[in-house]
């Protein structure tokens, strides 16, 4: 299993990003996924997660409204389309999948939210 995230970097407040994963190694379209965050000195913690088929999406209450996750299966890819970015929205982004019993993280993109 290989998680490759990408589309971090450096926003102002207010501002945009779309973050991909890109997932091999497992049938993709059979397993949910989900974007965690870790931000300095902080716990990681769980933004979004979707379903198989991307019919049901989880936010956490940070996040809800501003994020939004999505899925392309033909792909093998999970997105996560963030809005109105914030100063505490700065993290590294971790792309996770539970496949076979085991967790598997993707290697992180940051995201920093400055002026």
């Known amino acids: 299993v290989q998680l490759v995230e990408s589309g971090g970097g450096l926003v102002q407040p207010g501002g945009s990003l779309r973050l991909s994963c890109a997932a091999s190694?497992?049938?993709?379209?059979?397993?949910?996924m989900s974007w965690y965050r870790q931000a300095p000195g902080k716990e990681r913690e769980l933004v979004a997660s979707?379903?198989?088929?991307?019919?049901?999406?989880d936010y956490a209450k940070s996040v809800k409204g501003r994020f939004t996750i999505s899925r392309d299966n033909a792909k093998n890819t999970v997105y996560l389309q963030m809005n109105s970015l914030k100063f505490e929205d700065t993290a590294v982004y971790y792309c996770?999948?539970?496949?076979?019993?085991?967790?598997?993280w993707g290697q992180g993109t940051q995201v920093t939210v400055s002026s």
């Open positions: 979707i379903s198989t088929a991307g019919g049901s999406t």
């Open positions: 190694g497992f049938t993709f379209s059979r397993y949910g």
């Open positions: 996770y999948a539970y496949v076979a019993r085991l967790d598997y």
